[in-house]
Every structure is written in structure tokens, then in C-alpha cells.
């Protein structure tokens, strides 16, 4: 059974780098034709697409997020990873990792989500 | 990318079936049969409730279906239970290569 895990610092301060980590178990990130993802949800809000990498290493992301976030891959770690810099209040969420079927929206395993917050 | 368009609430009673809808363009919705549907109850992560417009994942109940037309996914629920009160989204591919979802609809069964 796939599981899929967030990690990563829960407090964050302005102005600073949001880093997380997605630690995938059951299954091998580099599996052909599966993308790895992000998406948040500020508290009391709904779900927002953060971006994709696929198994391969290319990128996909969301227009309004797209100059501040990076997304990679560690195929030795079987994980992938979050950067989103210049954070501010508005990025306090839970952030959720996700891993989607090419070719479709099959959208099936998904990690419990971690909460960031972005505060001083 | 704008956010897809999902009524804020919708409510029915147990045994009757309920339909939310998403609205988009065609540049996403209306342009690929890639649209999905997620239920979302409080503190937990969203679990895939449809794909590809009209599919069911293995382990879902057949209570459970959706369908599109031009740029408007919906999904219905029919034979509504209380374990369905949560909130539901949709979430669809777009032209840019990316994924929107929408507002999100929170159903109640009274």
C-alpha cells in the first residue's frame, strides 16, 4: 500500500524559505507515468494546486505561485520536495502531497497534510 | 487560472440525491475530459471520489456518479447518507498544462 508523508518545519517567518518534504513509501517515485504534487488549503479555506513534477523531473505550476516555488525530486531518498520563498501570512495552510496517474485526473493517493504557519 | 465555480452549500435528507455542479471555461472544464471530484471530511485529507469525469475509484460506492456538460462538471449523490455531510471540491485540468480546483461545496444531510 502506497503512503505518502509530510515533513517539514511547522513554523515559518516572513520573508523566509517554506520547505518541505514528501517521503513516499510502498512505491517508487520514479514508477513511468506518475506525477508527484503539492496542494494547500489555508485554514477555514479551500484546496489550491501548488504544482506538479513528474517522474522524469518536469516541472508544472500554478501561475499565481509560480515565481516563488520550486518542486524536486530525490529518486536515492524516494522523496520529493516543496520551496516556496518570500513567504508571508497568506501561505499559513496545510500543505498536502499527492501523487496523480499521467494521462488522467486519477488524483488517488494522497499524504495526511502538514500545517505551516508563517509568523514572527 | 481562475477558480472553478461550486455552489457554497447544498443540503438534502437522507435517501434523497443532491447534485453540485462546477463550473469552468473551455480551457478547462469544458475542454478535457479531465475533471475529478475530492470529499473532504473535517481535519483529513481529501479522498478522490471520481476521475476523468465519470469514474469511480475501486472502493467507492456506486451512490456516487459524474458526468459534463460543455464547461459544467456535477457531481450526484443519490440515496444520501449522513456519513456524505463533507465538503466536496472538483478539480480539472486547463490549457496551461496546470490544475484548478474549485471553491468547494459543503453538503449537508439534514
Known amino acids: 500500500q502506497l503512503q505518502l508523508q509530510e515533513s517539514g518545519p511547522g513554523l515559518v517567518k516572513p520573508s523566509e524559505t517554506l520547505s518541505l518534504t514528501c517521503t513516499v513509501s510502498g512505491g517508487s517515485i520514479s514508477t513511468n507515468n506518475y506525477y508527484w504534487g503539492w496542494i494547500r488549503q489555508p485554514p477555514g479555506k479551500g484546496l489550491e494546486w501548488i504544482g506538479n513534477?513528474?517522474?522524469?523531473?518536469?516541472?508544472y505550476y500554478s501561475p499565481s505561485l509560480k515565481s516563488r516555488v520550486s518542486i524536486s525530486l530525490d529518486t536515492s531518498k524516494n522523496h520529493f520536495s516543496l520551496k516556496l520563498n518570500s513567504v508571508t501570512a497568506a501561505d499559513t495552510a496545510v500543505y498536502y502531497c499527492?501523487?496523480?496517474?499521467?494521462?488522467?485526473?486519477?488524483?488517488?493517493?494522497w499524504g495526511q497534510g502538514a500545517l505551516v504557519t508563517v509568523s514572527s | 487560472q481562475s477558480a472553478l465555480t461550486q455552489p457554497a452549500s447544498v443540503s438534502g435528507s437522507p435517501g434523497q440525491s443532491i447534485t453540485i455542479s462546477c463550473t469552468g471555461t473551455?480551457?478547462?472544464?469544458?475542454?478535457?475530459?479531465?475533471v475529478s471530484w475530492y470529499q473532504q471530511h473535517p481535519d483529513t485529507a481529501p479522498k478522490l471520489i471520481i476521475y476523468d469525469v465519470s469514474n469511480r475509484p475501486s472502493g467507492v460506492s456506486n451512490r456516487f456518479s459524474g458526468s459534463k456538460s460543455g464547461n459544467t462538471a456535477s457531481l450526484t449523490i443519490s440515496g444520501l447518507q449522513a456519513e456524505d455531510e463533507a465538503d466536496y471540491y472538483c478539480?480539472?485540468?486547463?490549457?496551461?498544462?496546470?490544475?484548478?480546483f474549485g471553491g468547494g461545496t459543503k453538503l449537508a444531510v439534514l
Open positions: 478539480n480539472s485540468y486547463t490549457s496551461s498544462s496546470t490544475w484548478v
Open positions: 473551455s480551457s478547462d472544464v469544458g475542454g478535457y475530459n479531465y
Open positions: 499527492a501523487r496523480r496517474l499521467g494521462g488522467s485526473s486519477n488524483c488517488d493517493y
Open positions: 513534477i513528474y517522474y522524469s523531473g518536469s516541472t
